[in-house]
């Protein structure tokens, strides 16, 4: 005897639909010619939470990076940042409340702390879509560059050349530079790289703080310490796939994870 069919629920046309990831990436891949950087990743990063990309070298993290601020075009797959594609320029990114660090820092050396500060501040007030993600955008660039930098210890060295300041402080200056536009989803990429313990302290307070404020942070780190401290999730990429995901406790302890990475790191 066949079973009654139980009617499928209709949708509700009242209920409220769940607010998109802060960034969803999904089965993305890239191939540079013959190479596959990227091969089916996916990766979600929620409001106000703290994920990290871990992985050896060339495991594709910085890929991942460029895909999302539309620097490389995905093979296949997706990247959608508050629910729409990621735009393809730089203004575009700001307005969407996205705002990135880099690996080499990319200062303007010839421009003073506040120059440099200042740049991105002046872009996300005049920029196109300025607003358009939640009217977050700095009204008044100049007060903005001076609160960023008051709150990164970098008001005394306001009116110094960038090229000038020690490394920690050139590496603060690039982190002011991306939280002058108050972004909502920040990229950052080995933001701990080449400073020692007290900087390194220092930094995962200014991550505790900005995520405290609604911000979500992707982050690329190869200082795995750091990384158990700040992050809630941990992603681990080898050679362009996800290999392991979970709370750092979780990917601690997963040996495909020590095999990929973290014996190596400890060797
Ligand atoms: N523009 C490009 N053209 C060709 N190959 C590239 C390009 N960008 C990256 N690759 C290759 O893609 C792979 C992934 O590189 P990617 O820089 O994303 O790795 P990564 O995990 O960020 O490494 P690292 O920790 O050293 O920064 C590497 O094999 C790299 O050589």
């Keep these: 005897m066949s079973r009654p069919t139980r009617p499928s629920p209709r949708p509700d046309p009242g209920a409220v639909p769940a607010p998109a990831p802060r960034l969803e990436v999904a089965g993305l891949t890239v191939s540079f010619g013959g190479l596959t950087a990227l091969d089916g990743v996916d990766l979600t990063v929620g409001d106000a939470e703290t994920v990290a990309l871990i992985g050896p070298n060339g495991a594709g993290k910085t890929t991942v990076f460029n895909a999302v601020c539309g620097l490389v075009r995905p093979t296949s797959g997706s990247v959608r940042i508050g629910g729409a594609g990621a735009p393809a320029s730089a203004t575009g990114l700001l307005g969407r409340g996205v705002a990135r660090t880099l690996q080499g820092l990319g200062l303007f050396d010839g421009m003073t702390v506040l120059e440099n500060v200042l740049v991105p501040a002046t872009a996300a007030r005049v920029g196109p879509r300025r607003?358009?993600?939640?009217?977050?955008?700095?009204?008044?660039?100049?007060?903005?560059?001076?609160?960023?930098?008051?709150?990164?210890?970098?008001?005394?060295?306001?009116?110094?050349?960038?090229?000038?300041?020690?490394?920690?402080?050139?590496?603060?200056?690039?982190?002011a530079r991306a939280l002058v536009t108050r972004p909502r989803l920040l990229l950052l990429d080995e933001p701990a790289g080449g400073l020692g313990a007290e900087d390194i302290a220092a930094l995962a307070g200014t991550v505790r703080d900005v995520v405290a404020g609604g911000c979500s942070v992707l982050l690329v780190e190869h200082h795995v310490d750091f990384v158990m401290d700040v992050a809630d999730r941990v992603v681990v990429l080898d050679f362009g796939r996800v290999v392991a995901s979970g709370t750092p406790d979780q990917v601690r302890a997963d040996p495909a994870v020590e095999a990929a990475y973290l014996g190596l790191v400890a060797a």
């Design 131 to 175: 607003g358009a993600r939640g009217g977050a955008a700095p009204s008044e660039p100049r007060a903005a560059a001076d609160a960023v930098l008051e709150r990164l210890g970098l008001l005394d060295v306001a009116g110094t050349p960038v090229e000038a300041l020690p490394y920690p402080d050139r590496k603060r200056v690039a982190l």
